[in-house]
């Protein structure tokens, strides 16, 4: 096994799209950022400088982290950010997972534009498919032009009309002209005439899952999120924030121009403040001309902007492929967790006593079970876990239900006046929950009406989890559990919770650690749409959490307690 050893200098930059010069926060001048190429089993050493303005932290999305929490990553969760002019080495194995993973900022919005693929390699070179010629990211994310902690700022105030400018692949926007008609550079895909590519997708978007097409091409679907997936075919691949996806197209078309599209899948109305945001790209054979001999270049056909089935069955098609043999999915369940996606109302500026459903006295708040996870700079979560001084910081009852059980999908929930008239009223906790180590976890996520109909794409840090069935509407016990896939379940990281559905998921809490399980879509995360699960030590030094590294940041020492 290699070391594979990098500096991250994340600075500010401006870069000129649309006629308009925006200065944004980058690491080491590139958008997306540098790729990290490992092979199973290898080592990363990343040394991160910070010359923001505001502190920063990096989170490496799907590692496994077993026995390195401390290098996680998680604001506050996890470590305390890097503060302006400091710098910090994450050094952490990739062990026992191949495929997409990628690694972003994880501290105000800054992972909109703080962000880059991790790619890892088979150790014998060979994949359970054919050997593509050649792998390409695709990197699907936005172009903002406000500044990021500044869209932080207002959101936590409970502002949320900003959109981004454009959609955009591998940092290029693609289908927008500037001012003067030029129009924005495109993402362009070289290929040979019968060749296989695997384009490895990740969707870094803050806001936004997307569909994705490429005119006259399928597609085989053949992992997310470093596990390997039963292959599927498809001529549409759908991807919320967070998830990757490993996918093989074959150059098989006659040789020409193709248009690609990226756009963003938006739940129905009432959400309509948000633009069809698209990119747009072109696959392009060896040999063709650029104008294509006059030819017009084919565009495909993509569904509509609020189209929110194909999202589903996209994902419900999926099954793990059990190469290599990875572990069973545990039979037994020790804690089992029914978790409502919801939305709900508190009192502005900290207020007890204001009138809960007036608008102008309260925030609306995202909830898990009617908890809505309160942001602090105080400490971060892990080392008061570690040094046993949590109390007053966050409690360890995180509910095993909503308190009061609902029609959690009656579409007639979602109200025709302003939110904050008919939201429960919700209080601001950190409330985790603790876990015995190796114990077996079921959670069922349940998306609820009340959050304008949004979708959910769930993540847990630090391990990789069994989807063992999503569904529609309310989830019910009695005749749910039969759809439970316990013999081929796809192994996730990041799961797309269906608006208006449900997801149940398994996994055994094996890593010692504190782990943030948060909404990926940026705006539920400020809402307090997250949690932490504090996974402890198994019986030996071997299964329990190392102490940390010496340049652990802690908050007000050497570490940031600014946001
Ligand atoms: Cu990519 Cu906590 O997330």
Redesign the pocket.
């Known amino acids: 096994a290699a070391i594979v050893e990098h500096t991250f200098v994340v600075h500010e930059m401006n870069m000129t799209h649309l006629c308009n010069s925006t200065k944004v926060y980058v690491v080491n001048g590139q958008l997306p950022g540098p790729q990290l190429d490992v092979v199973d089993g290898d080592t990363v050493v990343v040394h991160l400088v910070n010359e923001l303005p505001h502190g920063v932290t990096i989170?490496w999305?799907g590692v496994r982290q077993l026995r390195s929490c401390w290098a996680d990553g998680?604001g506050y969760v996890t470590e305390c950010p890097v503060a302006p002019g400091g710098n910090r080495t994450y050094r952490f194995d990739v062990s026992g997972q191949v495929g997409t993973l990628w690694w972003?900022a994880?501290v105000t919005c800054l992972r909109a534009s703080v962000h880059g693929a991790i790619v890892v390699r088979p150790k014998d070179g060979r994949y359970p498919f054919p050997t593509p010629a050649r792998d390409v990211p695709i990197v699907i994310g936005e172009w903002w032009t406000l500044d990021l902690v500044e869209l932080d700022r207002r959101n936590l105030d409970g502002n949320f009309e900003d959109d981004p400018l454009s959609a955009t692949l591998n940092g290029k926007l693609g289908d927008l002209s500037n001012c003067s008609g030029v129009p924005e550079e495109s993402f362009v895909l070289d290929v040979e005439p019968g060749k296989t590519y695997l384009l490895r997708f990740i969707n870094t978007a803050l806001f936004s899952e997307y569909f994705f097409k490429v005119a006259g091409h399928t597609f085989t679907v053949v992992g997310a999120d470093a596990n390997y997936l039963t292959p599927f075919r498809t001529d549409m691949v759908t991807i919320s924030p967070?998830e990757t996806m490993d996918v093989l197209m074959v150059a098989d078309a006659p040789p020409g121009l193709y248009h690609m599209t990226a756009v963003a899948n938006q739940p129905p109305p009432p959400d309509l403040q948000i633009r069809a945001l698209t990119s747009r790209g072109l696959v392009r054979y060896a040999g063709v001309r650029a104008d294509n001999g006059g030819a017009p270049v084919p565009a495909p056909l993509m569904p509509g902007q609020h189209d929110t089935m194909p999202s589903y069955y996209f994902r419900g098609n999926f099954t793990g492929l059990a190469f290599p043999s990875r572990h069973r999915v545990p039979a037994h369940v020790d804690e089992r967790l029914f978790v409502t996606l919801g939305l709900g109302s508190i009192c502005r500026g900290g207020k007890k006593d204001c009138k809960l459903r007036r608008s102008n006295e309260t925030i609306t708040v995202a909830t898990m079970n009617n908890v809505s996870f309160h942001h602090q700079t105080a400490a971060s979560l892990l080392e008061r876990h570690y040094d046993g001084t949590g109390e007053g910081l966050y409690t360890e009852d995180f509910p095993d239900r909503p308190p009061r059980p609902y029609n959690y999908t009656n579409m007639d929930l979602i109200p025709v006046g302003p939110l904050e008239e008919v939201l429960e009223p919700t209080t601001k906790a950190i409330r985790v929950r603790r876990f015995k180590y190796n114990s077996s976890v079921e959670i069922v996520f349940q998306s609820t009406a009340l959050l304008q109909s949004d979708p959910n794409p769930m993540?847990l840090?630090g391990h990789d989890f069994f989807v063992l069935a999503q569904g529609l509407g309310n989830f019910d016990p009695k005749k749910d559990v039969k759809k439970f896939n316990y013999h081929n379940p796809q192994i996730r990281n990041t799961v797309h919770v269906p608006r208006v559905g449900w997801t149940a998921i398994r996994f055994i809490a094996d890593n010692p650690g504190m782990w943030?399980l948060?909404c990926?879509f940026e705006f539920h995360i400020v809402m307090g749409m997250a949690t932490a699960f504090i996974v402890e030590d198994g019986p030996t030094p071997e299964t329990s959490l190392p102490p940390p590294p010496a340049d652990f940041k802690r908050c007000g020492t050497n570490g940031f307690s600014k946001p």
Do not use: D, N, S, T
């Open positions: 989170h999305h998680a972003h994880h967070g993540h840090h943030y948060h990926h």
